[in-house]
């Protein structure tokens, strides 16, 4: 296959994240010929372009779908079904909304060149320690990857070495982000309190208004997706994701064989957490506010339903879930704002008892049926994983 | 123990009252030698004074009125009652002076009948335009006050001394400490003469004599009124060099002890009171967490759907009021068995429809159930309103118990916390008790051999999670006493609820009550400390560490399999 001249070895085998890859390239490609080498070259048929808040409502899509990769990593491969990482995903849009505030200056409404308005707003004096810093994009992009990663290896290895799992462990990071919630909300923890982080101007001197800046970040989102999910297919090839899906299926067992369950389960969710804050910083740009709403419960668990929907434990699933999902929701807000929280609803319960394998297990279903050959045996395992 | 009067309740009511005793009432002492002709001659004296009111002067009036008050005479009573409330008029033709019992008699004419100030007859409707009001200010408004309570703290109604001797709590008038001396001697009621002393203690500290000030201020050190502490803050107040303004230094020293006894006792009634909110949360919790204790503690099943059933009781106590309106506090009875009926149903048909097709499967179920939380929320949405809905209080629910003025809970509270233990009675009864309670525990316990033994599982689990539904509507009802109804009702509770349960160890009742209660009070005493969120978090970050180092819960149970899946 000519195709797999463009890939990596360990993507040989996975026709789904091969398609889905080409595809993203493909509308990178033309997003960024027709909205920005045209316009630049050939200003008279500037008319052809897709116009930007779509571009940009793609790149947010993308962003959610990279949260979903995040998600499927650690349950659809390793079975931990954390109702909290929308939470990681809000650390590291909190990250970058701080580089965003400090990049204001003194063109907020105050115009204080010290302190971001909110601040200003409050009656505070000085800068708080944890914003210093936050000037830097360099140290921006380590936090972006370290707050999330952190809380991540704090929770996790408290968690996992008490050997919680299951519901136990959903209900838990649940209490995590609904804990992170509250305390983003209060005024006092300097993170612009109920308002969140917003009115942001421009990013490495660039204006986040014009539509060149647009673009690019929706490019570097579109790259993100695709690094993030070349990086997830090696891991989940290699020697660790095979170890990560014996714990799945078998905890006790792969304990027993010998492997240190906890390193395991420590280290994909830690690194799974980190996807969701790299999500989550190239999310706040985009859609321009941060707040403490992205915190609430409801989000973690209505990502989980995208992953249900696409179908765990395929990484391309993920994407085409949250892409589908977020595609109807915008719809249907718009639309049909009574059905969509109706549609959403029947969305979860559909997934579960129908379709347990989610869309892509829906399309091997119907190709199967068309090969009579292997039917049989197909049937076999889906009894057993079901 | 008393209720706290309503302070509307001082109406024209009470001056029929104070009308119909005041002749056996003694005022002063020398009101015992009054005759026939003191009789004739207040009359003369009222007749004299009250067309003097129309006097543009407010010093005037001021001491007008209190001639006026100082006449023992019913009809004097009323012609303040009347100034102070704005019902006094004059005739703009004769300049006699008129009352009007109610505003406005005829709308459309904007007529109104006036009647005779000094002997109460009816005189007749006349227009608007032909009498003028007498004006009142602040300052005259708030003499007629303390003259009217002077004259009712001799009162025989025990309600009107009551209130009449709170409101000169509220001034401070020297004038008053012979009424109220007087007063204190006939007084029989010991609470009220306890008010009396402490109104004459407040007046007597500012007095000249230093033991009278010493006495006055020992008596204020054992009152628990904020004005007895506001009046030894204001003894021992300092100048800006920090020396006290007061000289005298016994006084000093006595008011240091007060304030010292008064704050003590406040600091106790205090944690008291934090000791009862407490307990008011925990039960909430305890009514909120205690379906899910049945249905996730012994079933196993995560209902992400359990605050939408406990929203659906809420609404249907919403739905019972609408239903009759009349019957405010017996629809509140009614309510209960129709929100265990409705959630219980709606959770019947949960499980029979969705969580009996997911059993083994426990994340799928969470899905399904939050799934079937948003269908809930939006269908409550869309067939009754997406704003709040108004659940009425019945009066046997508002009002408080007051222990003294600084403890003081609110009934609805009392009833829910015992509501609650209630409930929680009548589910261990079940689970202990009766036959369903030994085929739950069969079931839960051993599923395969309760199988065996003929107990019909499928029909069980049915019945358990419609048991645990039908409980959390029932604490729907409990909390449209205390919260807003609305679609996002259960949204709050779910998580709290949750953690109640793990925390208290799955499959044990009496661990959820012990949970409720420990999170309640925990949260209730660190608000102070921390503020309302802070403490919130605190305690979420305390039970997130907490089920790593237990993760069976306080009282875990005993002698099963431990984890794995």
Redesign the interface.
């Known amino acids: 296959m000519i195709i797999n001249r463009f890939f990596p070895q360990f993507m040989h085998k996975d026709t789904g994240g091969k398609w889905l890859l080409s595809l993203l390239a493909l509308v990178t490609i033309i997003v960024i010929i027709f909205n920005f080498l045209i316009p630049l070259l050939l200003p008279e048929m500037s008319a052809l372009h897709m116009p930007t808040y779509m571009v940009t409502l793609l790149g947010k899509y993308l962003c959610l779908a990279l949260l979903a990769i995040a998600l499927d990593l650690v349950w659809g491969y390793c079975g931990i079904l954390s109702l909290g990482h929308a939470a990681f995903f809000a650390l590291g849009g909190y990250a970058m909304g701080m580089y965003l505030m400090r990049q204001i200056g003194d063109r907020g409404v105050y115009g204080n060149p010290e302190l971001p308005d909110f601040m200003v707003f409050l009656n505070w004096q000085e800068l708080p320690w944890y914003w210093i810093g936050f000037d830097s994009f360099a140290f921006t992009a380590l936090m972006i990857l370290l707050v999330p990663g952190l809380l991540a290896y704090v929770f996790g290895w408290m968690t996992f070495r008490s050997r919680v799992t299951g519901v136990y462990l959903s209900i838990m990071t649940q209490a995590m982000t609904y804990a992170l919630m509250l305390a983003f909300f209060r005024n006092e923890m300097g993170l612009g309190g109920n308002n969140g982080l917003t009115d942001f101007k421009d990013i490495l001197g660039f204006s986040l208004q014009s539509d060149g800046t647009r673009i690019i970040i929706f490019s570097l989102s579109a790259l993100a997706l695709a690094l993030g999910y070349i990086t997830s297919r090696f891991i989940v090839e290699s020697k660790l994701g095979k170890t990560v899906v014996a714990i799945r299926d078998a905890e006790l067992r792969t304990r027993f064989i010998g492997y240190k369950v906890e390193d395991y389960k420590l280290w994909i969710f830690v690194f799974s957490a980190m996807l969701a804050g790299v999500a989550g910083a190239l999310y706040v740009p985009q859609v321009g506010i941060i707040n403490p709403g992205e915190f609430s419960p409801i989000n973690s668990i209505e990502l989980a339903i995208w992953v249900a929907i696409g179908g765990r434990g395929t990484l391309f699933g993920a994407v085409i879930g949250a892409l589908l999902v977020n595609y109807a929701k915008t719809y249907f807000t718009g639309a049909l704002p009574e059905f969509w929280l109706f549609a959403l609803g029947t969305l979860f319960i559909v997934s579960t008892l129908y379709l347990p394998k989610g869309i892509v297990g829906l399309f091997e279903r119907i190709k199967n049926k068309n090969s009579d050959q292997n039917k049989q045996a197909e049937n076999k395992l889906e009894e057993k994983t079901a | 123990m008393k209720f706290i009067p309503q302070k509307n309740s001082l109406s024209l009511r009470l001056i029929y009252l104070i009308l119909s005793l005041l002749s056996a009432s003694n005022l002063y002492a020398a009101d015992d030698n009054l005759n026939e002709d003191v009789i004739k001659n207040t009359h003369d004296q009222l007749k004299e004074l009250i067309p003097q009111l129309q006097v543009k002067n407010f010093k005037k009036k001021i001491i007008l009125v209190k001639q006026l008050a100082a006449i023992n005479d019913p009809q004097s009573i009323i012609v303040l009652q009347a100034l102070l409330n704005s019902r006094l008029y004059y005739q703009k033709a004769d300049k006699s002076v008129v009352l009007l019992q109610k505003k406005e008699v005829h709308k459309k004419s904007k007529q109104y009948e006036i009647f005779n100030a000094l002997d109460n007859k009816k005189i007749g409707l006349v227009e608007k335009k032909t009498i003028k009001k007498i004006a009142t200010n602040n300052k005259l408004r708030k003499t007629i006050r303390t003259l009217l309570a002077q004259k009712e703290i001799t009162n025989a109604d025990l309600n009107i001394r009551q209130a009449a001797v709170k409101e000169i709590l509220t001034g401070n008038d020297a004038s008053l400490l012979p009424a109220l001396k007087q007063a204190q001697t006939v007084e029989t009621d010991e609470s009220q003469k306890d008010l009396l002393n402490l109104a004459i203690a407040l007046i007597e500290v500012d007095a000249q004599d230093t033991s009278t000030r010493q006495s006055a201020i020992k008596l204020l050190g054992n009152s628990l009124y904020p004005r007895a502490k506001g009046k030894l803050d204001t003894i021992l107040a300092t100048n800006d060099k920090g020396e006290f303004i007061e000289q005298d230094k016994d006084v000093i020293k006595t008011a240091q002890k007060a304030l010292k006894r008064i704050n003590a006792k406040l600091s106790l009634f205090g944690n008291l009171e934090t000791l009862f909110f407490g307990l008011s949360l925990g039960s909430v919790l305890l009514l909120a967490a205690i379906g899910l204790s049945i249905t996730f503690g012994v079933m196993g099943v995560?209902n992400?759907a359990h605050g939408e059933l406990i929203m659906l009781g809420a609404y249907t106590t919403y739905l019972v009021q609408q239903l009759m309106p009349n019957e405010i506090g017996l629809s509140l009875i009614v309510a209960i068995p129709a929100a265990f009926i409705v959630s219980g149903l709606f959770g019947i048909a949960i499980e029979r429809g969705?969580i009996r097709?997911?059993y083994g499967?426990?994340?799928?179920?969470?899905?399904?159930t939050?799934?079937?939380?948003?269908?809930l929320?939006?269908m409550v949405?869309?067939l009754i309103s997406a704003q709040n809905v108004p659940v009425i209080t019945p009066s046997w629910l508002s009002g408080s118990l007051v222990f003294n003025p600084a403890f003081a809970i609110t009934y609805n509270r009392i009833y829910i916390f015992f509501f609650a233990l209630l409930v929680f009675a009548f589910l261990l009864l079940i689970l202990k008790k009766t036959s369903l309670g030994l085929q739950v525990r069969a079931v839960a316990q051993n599923r395969s051999m309760a199988t065996a033994m003929g107990i019909k599982t499928q029909w069980v689990d049915s019945l358990t999670f419609g048991l645990g539904s039908g409980v959390a509507g029932v604490a729907g009802v409990a909390l449209s006493q205390l919260t807003n109804v609305g679609p996002n009702l259960g949204?709050a509770y779910i998580?709290d609820s949750?953690?109640v349960v793990?925390f208290g160890g799955v499959e044990n009742l009496w661990g959820t009550l012990v949970a409720a209660m420990t999170l309640g009070i925990t949260n209730k005493f660190l608000e102070p400390w921390a503020g309302a969120?802070?403490s919130?978090?605190i305690v979420?970050?305390f039970?997130?560490?907490f089920?790593?180092?237990r993760?069976n819960g306080l009282f875990p149970q005993k002698g099963r399999s431990s984890?794995?899946?």
Do not use: N, W
């Open positions: 995560i992400m969705i097709h997911l499967r426990p994340l799928e179920t969470l899905l399904a939050f799934g079937i939380s948003l269908l929320q939006q949405r869309s949204q998580i949750f953690m793990v969120v802070m919130k978090i979420l970050i039970l997130i560490i089920i790593q180092k993760p984890g794995g899946h």
